[in-house]
C-alpha cells in the first residue's frame, strides 16, 4: 500500500516557522480531501487542518492564523506553512485522508515528521 511520506520537520524556538510538505503517490489523492494531523506523548493523535481536492480548508481553531494548508493536485503533495509556533504545537506530525474518509481496505498512517518547539 502506499503511505504518505512526510516531511519538514525540525526544532525551531517559539515565533519560529516550519513548512511542512506530504508526498502521496496514490490514486486516491486526486478525490479526497487530505489532512494534517499530529500527535504528542501527552495526547492522542489530533486533527490540524484539512483541504478539498477543490481547495477548501478547515483549520484546527488553536493554530486558526498561524498555520495554512494547500495542496498540489498535479503533483500530489500536501502542505502545511506554520507560523508563530508554540510549545503547545510540538508533536509528530501526519498527513493523511481523514480517517472517517477512509475508503474499505484503507487503514495506514507514514511515519510522520517530528516538530519540536523549544526555547
Known amino acids: 500500500q502506499v503511505l504518505p511520506v512526510e516531511s519538514g520537520g525540525g526544532l525551531v524556538q517559539p515565533g519560529g516557522s516550519l513548512r511542512l510538505s506530504c508526498i502521496f503517490s496514490?490514486?486516491?489523492?486526486?478525490?479526497?480531501?487530505m489532512g494534517w494531523f499530529r500527535q504528542s506523548p501527552e495526547k492522542q493523535r489530533e486533527w490540524v487542518a484539512q483541504i478539498t481536492p477543490g481547495g477548501f480548508s478547515n483549520i484546527r481553531d488553536s493554530v486558526e492564523g498561524r498555520f495554512t494548508i494547500s495542496r498540489d493536485n498535479a503533483k500530489k503533495t500536501v502542505v502545511l506553512e506554520m507560523t508563530n509556533l508554540k510549545p503547545e504545537d510540538t508533536g509528530v506530525y501526519y498527513c493523511?485522508?481523514?480517517?472517517?474518509?477512509?475508503?474499505?481496505?484503507?487503514?495506514?498512517w507514514g511515519k510522520g515528521t517530528q516538530v519540536t518547539v523549544s526555547p
Open positions: 493523511n485522508i481523514p480517517p472517517s474518509s477512509w475508503p474499505p481496505g484503507y487503514s495506514t
Open positions: 496514490s490514486s486516491l489523492f486526486r478525490t479526497n480531501a
